[in-house]
């Protein structure tokens, strides 16, 4: 069964630090471009970080840079996110998504930043 499955969320202070991770089953994950996306209430989903199949180009969305981190082991099919200084703006549902020719969502992961 192909999908991929986020766990890591939570609540956290401003200032916090987070760790999402990103299982993918069912299809070759070293093939795939990985990425993290978010959407908060009433907006619509945003490109938080993207990484390449190999590991070995990143990039990030403007408003993250310097905070976050991706990275991905493809011995353990696993793509993550390390979210440090985290702010009340970050709080949103975080996907992760598989990018070959076709496109594979997670199920999300609630992270809220609130103190």
């Known amino acids: 069964q192909v999908q991929l499955v986020e766990s890591g969320g939570g609540l956290v202070q401003p200032g916090g630090s987070l760790r999402l991770s990103c299982a993918a089953s069912?299809?070759?994950?070293?093939?795939?471009?990985m990425s993290w996306h978010r959407q908060a209430p009433g907006k619509e989903r945003e490109l938080v970080a993207s990484?390449?199949?190999?590991?070995?180009?990143?990039n990030y969305a403007d408003s993250v840079k310097g905070r976050f981190t991706i990275s991905r082991d493809n011995a353990k099919n696993t793509v993550y996110l390390q979210m440090n200084s985290l702010k009340p703006e970050d709080t949103a549902v975080y996907y992760c998504?598989?990018?070959?020719?076709?496109?594979?969502w997670g199920q999300g992961t609630q992270v809220t930043v609130s103190s």
């Open positions: 990484i390449s199949s190999t590991g070995g180009s990143t």
């Open positions: 998504k598989a990018l070959r020719a076709g496109v594979i």
């Open positions: 069912g299809f070759i994950f070293s093939n795939y471009i």
